[in-house]
């Protein structure tokens, strides 16, 4: 069993994730959803760590859209198990202040014909990218796919041990417990 924790994008909604909850619950998976749509700055980051602290297994961050922006941030506050960039915006390695989010297992699963989104993506050490069709938004066009997508990634060795690092987050509005 895996717990992700799904943070969507400010273009999105929770109920975005719907389909792909269901299906990641039917396989025995725990998710956790993040609404960051509310809050700015360092709270982004800082909401998502908190989810994190409060799962009961190595979480896996899944990012979508510009939700991508705060993984760093959120690297600084939690260790992951694992980041799926999903469809998301990956931020230069050299642009973050933080550089300890370059350390942990990390996939990117977007559409092959972004090549924008590609390239950023093969510009971070390790990143592995994984095809996956359904556009910008692929929870909502293709969960099923995404889900095979997100259970291959539970599969891989984290390559660090998860946990509460640098300054934790003292609460957690904005988070959805488990559907």
């Known amino acids: 069993?895996?717990?992700?924790?799904?943070?969507?994008?400010?273009?999105?909604?929770?109920?975005?994730?719907?389909?792909?909850?269901?299906?990641?619950?039917?396989?025995?998976?725990?998710?956790?959803?993040?609404?960051?749509?509310?809050v700015q700055g360092e709270d982004q980051a800082d909401r998502i760590a908190w989810a994190a602290q409060h799962s009961l297994t190595s979480p896996i961050l899944v990012a979508h859209g510009d939700a991508g922006a705060y993984?760093?941030?959120?690297?600084?506050?939690?260790?992951?198990?694992?980041?799926?960039?999903?469809?998301?915006?990956?931020?230069?390695?050299e642009s973050t202040t933080e550089q300890d989010w370059l350390t942990v297992g990390q996939t990117?699963?977007?559409?092959?014909?972004?090549?924008v989104a590609e390239k950023a993506a093969l510009a971070v050490p390790g990143m592995e990218f994984e095809e996956l069709a359904g556009g910008p938004?692929?929870?909502?066009?293709?969960?099923?796919e995404v889900a095979r997508?997100?259970?291959r990634?539970?599969?891989?060795?984290?390559?660090?041990?998860?946990?509460?690092?640098?300054?934790?987050?003292?609460?957690g509005p904005g988070v959805a417990p488990p559907v």
């Open 137 to 144: 938004c692929p929870q909502l066009s293709s969960p099923d």
């Open 149 to 151: 997508t997100l259970a």
């Open 71 to 93: 993984v760093p941030e959120a690297l600084a506050r939690f260790r992951f198990a694992h980041v799926v960039w999903l469809a998301a915006e990956v931020p230069a390695p």
């Open 153 to 171: 990634c539970a599969r891989k060795q984290p390559t660090a041990v998860p946990g509460v690092r640098g300054r934790a987050p003292e609460r």
């Open 1 to 38: 069993m895996a717990t992700f924790v799904l943070v969507n994008g400010t273009g999105s909604t929770q109920d975005d994730w719907a389909a792909l909850v269901e299906d990641l619950e039917d396989r025995g998976d725990r998710c956790l959803l993040v609404d960051i749509s509310s």
């Open 108 to 115: 990117y699963a977007g559409d092959p014909e972004d090549q």
